[in-house]
């Protein structure tokens, strides 16, 4: 059953038909879930690299596999669960169509999507170049790693990121300003109690580094949160998601760095400045246009 005519994106969970254990329900059993399919691809990821001895040397590591490639795979999938299981608890707890967790019209808005990753994708170039060059005094990028790896490898890890990091960057935008502001959403009436908690959650998901990586998350996850709910959909920051992770593992990728155990709650302050500006340059652009070309902010 889908909410009423005119509900906003964070309100499309108020069908009336949300099941027997209503939205405390919903919340506890995904996230169970959740936590459940990430560990059985952590052992599966285990496993596997027992059967083919390609586990890591020392045995106090946190990897599944010695191959960085290899290793980066079986994190991107544990990620990646995320989606098919938030799909699930919004259509069978929630008892409404799973694709309100991607808009509000029911379905991810490709069009919508395609037009938003021409903005960010040459924006987030820009941001990251921006980075580089303020801090390459500081640490040159690739410092720390084991250099280029070789065109077979470096090629190799490029079609394991382009192939997963787009799922890898969704699920987490399922996950947090998708299926989680819609169960808040459920017993809220404003968006943001439900917004400010999701940031804060995705910020600390990132692990605990340094203040500014932690406050940049949180930052940025703010800011996105309101855009979804500005543009009733995920497609303006799935793509920018995908576009910061893809530039990321790509460099990371080309330095031979991709085993370094850094997110971004390691960004140090420089990054948190830059996102002060693009963050919100990106989000009041892409709310312009969105009002501009008539995307659907309420569902019909």
């Known amino acids: 059953m889908r909410a009423p005519s005119g509900s906003r994106y964070d309100e499309q969970g108020r069908n009336g038909h949300g099941g027997r254990f209503g939205w405390l329900g919903e919340l506890s059993v995904v996230l169970v879930l959740i936590v459940v399919g990430i560990m059985v691809v952590s052992v599966v990821g285990i496993a596997v690299a027992e059967l083919l001895d390609a586990g890591p040397a020392s045995a106090d590591s946190d990897l599944f596999f010695d191959d960085p490639v290899a290793d980066l795979a079986v994190q991107l999938l544990g990620l990646a669960i995320g989606i098919p299981i938030v799909l699930w608890g919004a259509r069978m707890l929630g008892r409404r169509p799973a694709g309100t967790v991607s808009s509000v019209v029911g379905r991810l808005r490709w069009g919508w999507l395609w037009r938003c990753a021409a903005v960010a994708f040459p924006l987030m170039v820009l941001q990251v170049g921006l980075l580089i060059a303020w801090t390459w005094n500081d640490e040159p990028l690739g410092e720390s790693g084991a250099g280029f790896p070789g065109w077979p490898v470096f090629l190799l890890s490029l079609a394991v990121v382009l192939a997963l990091v787009p799922f890898q960057a969704a699920a987490e935008e399922y996950v947090f300003r998708g299926w989680l502001v819609q169960v808040i959403g459920r017993v809220v009436r404003s ?54 992770n893809l530039l990321a593992f790509g460099l990371a990728a080309g330095f031979g760095e991709l085993a370094s155990t850094e997110t971004a709650a390691d960004a140090p302050w420089q ?30």
């Open 191 to 244: 968006p943001w109690p439900a917004i400010v908690l999701a940031s804060l959650l995705f910020a600390l998901a990132h692990g605990f580094g340094e203040l500014s990586g932690f406050l940049l998350l949180l930052y940025s996850a703010l800011w996105w949160g309101w855009l979804v709910i500005r543009t009733g959909g995920l497609e303006a920051v799935i793509v920018m998601h995908v576009a910061n």
């Open 271 to 300: 990054a948190m400045a830059v996102e002060l500006v693009f963050a919100p340059l990106y989000c009041l652009t892409m709310a312009r246009i969105a009002g501009r070309r008539g995307v659907e902010r309420m569902s019909p």
